[in-house]
């Protein structure tokens, strides 16, 4: 008969024995997990309950729950609108909601990542998991430094275990063993009668290493926020920016912003390349889309060329600078009734749909004289189409300049730019405007190409359309510490996968004299989670060792017909932990 068994039944309780006591050490430590002891709360104290508040805080559950209450506390901030990004819409929801906005002003729902209660959060978020971190690293380092513990008496306690006799020595199978355990990279050493392993430390290395990147995503994230800027705009063909506060057409930036900040350089758009697809389905589609910039460093930075694509930006220092959008600018040549000139100059108009129909306004605010000598002021309501085709008057039949049309209405008084309430360049206030008539009474609306003029009636001047130049909205952005957001998001997810799928095991090999003098060997296997991989493994370990070390005869077998214990087979116990 074969000396081969597998264990089975069910593990005893707590352990009440030394061997069973042994046993319980050699499985601790596979987990750099603190154990929480149940605190005795009548007896605490002020320091008793000062470390259990420490306990509870830095212990993983509580750093799951702070994390999910950042993620709920987040949703406010996608969507009310925030103070630091659209104070219009806030002035706008507090207008509209007399009883809501004030409540949300009180909560902080419309500052949320500034408010009291998300940074205390994010506060007790960062000291959760550093002072779970902590105490977690310094003891796995010191099971690195360690050696595997011995075995322990009974490895038929193991969740994995498996026997037979040899006729080898026992320090040979231990040898044999010993370099085994080595090749398949386990950390090995002999420790009495038996050689000790562990494999699978890169569990633990992900399991801290992704609390590591979860600690530097979200510093990363806060400094990102505190120092973070962003700002555009729309650069005419031939003209330039200078990347200071005074040329953004809109701006906002985080708290801890100071204008020293903004990386010095200058770029002037010298052309925009934009070309369609002109047939098939996907007609209109982009193909080229790009800017031609010439931009420098510095005040006396010698000038580069570059061109930006989408998704494609000019990166200098911290700050990117993101193609974004684009359109045109029609000219507009103004002369009053003495034929003098009050204005003209490039007006760029916002595009409504992918065609680029586009419209805007164009305000004549001084210089201007009525027929009367009168001092007023302009304003024209203008409508673009880059491809026009009769009979489609409100919509561009292609975004490229094929067929540009644009519609007039001329309007003339106040304005309302002196009141000091500021308005939309792409929007003309009619309220104190009145619309110029025709002889039947009709308001004055005409539909211009490039190099005709419009007569206003009565002697009221010209507008002439004189040609179109194209324009770029440039996306200016600077965000501290997005390469340490992104590196750490990276690790984590490695750190993650580590931790998921890699197996922390044990495997104890022991070869001793039998009563018999032949050499009985014996080996154990525990996983530090639910899974197959030790007992397999376990298995493909013994059947190699028992290659080297096969099966002594059974001494209950006739001399007739000998036959050696059969090669092991490692299977998990039933019922027990594995």
């Known amino acids: ?17 030394n061997d069973e006591q042994d046993l319980g050490a050699a499985a601790s430590q596979l987990s750099t997990a603190p154990q929480e002891d149940a605190p005795n709360l009548p007896a605490l104290g002020v320091i008793g309950w000062a470390r259990w508040f420490w306990r509870q805080l830095t212990s993983m559950r509580v750093a799951l729950l702070l994390l999910f209450l950042l993620s709920l506390g987040a949703i406010p901030g996608s969507l009310i609108p925030q ?77 994995a275990y498996t026997t037979w006799r040899t006729e080898a020595e026992p320090e040979q199978i231990r040898e044999a063993a010993l370099v085994l355990l080595k090749k398949r990279r386990f950390r090995a050493h ?11 430390y890169l569990r633990e290395v992900g399991n801290l290493a992704f609390h590591i990147a979860l600690i530097v995503m979200l510093t990363s994230f806060a400094w990102g926020q505190l120092y973070k800027s962003e700002g555009n705009k729309l650069t005419l063909e031939g003209d330039g920016f200078s990347n200071t506060l005074t040329q953004y057409d809109d701006f906002k930036s985080g708290a801890l912003f100071d204008t020293d900040d903004l990386d010095p350089f200058s770029f002037t758009l010298k052309d925009f390349t934009g070309t369609y697809e002109t047939t098939g389905p996907n007609r209109g589609t982009p193909r080229t889309y790009q800017a031609d910039l010439s931009y420098s460093v510095g005040a006396y930075g010698k000038p580069k060329k570059r061109t930006i694509k989408v998704n494609e930006p000019l990166v200098v220092g911290d700050s990117k600078v993101y193609l974004t959008a684009h359109g045109y600018a029609p000219v507009i040549t103004v002369r009053d009734g003495k034929g003098d000139v009050v204005f003209d100059q490039p007006v760029a108009l916002l595009p409504l749909d992918s065609n680029v129909t586009s ?92 190099g005709e003029t419009m007569k206003l009636p009565g002697g009221a001047g010209t507008i002439t359309y004189a040609g179109t130049r194209e324009w770029a909205n440039f ?54 989670s639910e899974s197959a991989k030790v007992p397999e493994e376990l298995g493909v370990l013994a059947g190699t060792l028992y290659d080297q070390a096969p099966g002594a005869p059974d001494p209950d077998a006739t001399t007739s017909d000998p036959e050696p214990d059969p090669e092991p087979r490692a299977v998990p116990a039933e019922g027990a932990e594995k």
């Open 1 to 17: 008969m074969s000396n081969s068994t597998t264990t089975g039944g069910t593990p005893a309780p707590a352990p009440q024995n």
């Open 83 to 159: 103070s630091g990004t659209d104070d219009t819409k806030v002035a706008d929801f507090t207008r509209r909601h007399s009883f809501l906005g004030p409540l949300y002003d009180k909560l902080g729902l419309f500052h949320v990542y500034s408010s009291v209660w998300f940074s205390a959060i994010y506060i007790l978020l960062f000291i959760s998991l550093i002072g779970c971190i902590v105490p977690r690293t310094w003891q796995f380092v010191g099971q690195l430094r360690g050696r595997p513990p011995g075995a322990p008496r009974r490895l038929t306690r193991l969740p």
């Open 190 to 200: 002999l420790a009495g009668d038996a050689v000790a392993a562990e494999k699978g």
């Open 359 to 450: 419209s805007g306004a164009v305000k004549v605010m001084d210089g201007y004289r009525n027929p009367q000598g009168v001092a007023e002021q302009l304003g024209i309501q203008a409508f673009f189409l880059p491809t026009y085709v009769p009979g489609n008057e409100i919509a561009s039949q292609f975004p490229a300049l094929e067929n540009p049309v644009l519609n007039l209405a001329p309007y003339y008084g106040d304005l309302g730019v002196n009141a000091g309430i500021p308005q939309s360049v792409y929007q003309l206030d009619k309220t104190h405007m009145k619309a110029f008539k025709d002889a039947k009474g009709k308001q004055v609306r005409e539909n211009l190409k490039p």
């Open 475 to 528: 996306q200016i952005t600077r965000q501290p510490a997005a390469d340490w957001a992104l590196g750490g998001a990276i690790v984590a997810i490695f750190g993650l996968a580590g931790s998921l799928f890699i197996q922390r095991r044990r495997v104890w090999v022991r070869a001793v004299k039998g009563a018999d003098g032949v050499t009985v060997v014996e080996m154990g296997g525990l996983g530090r």
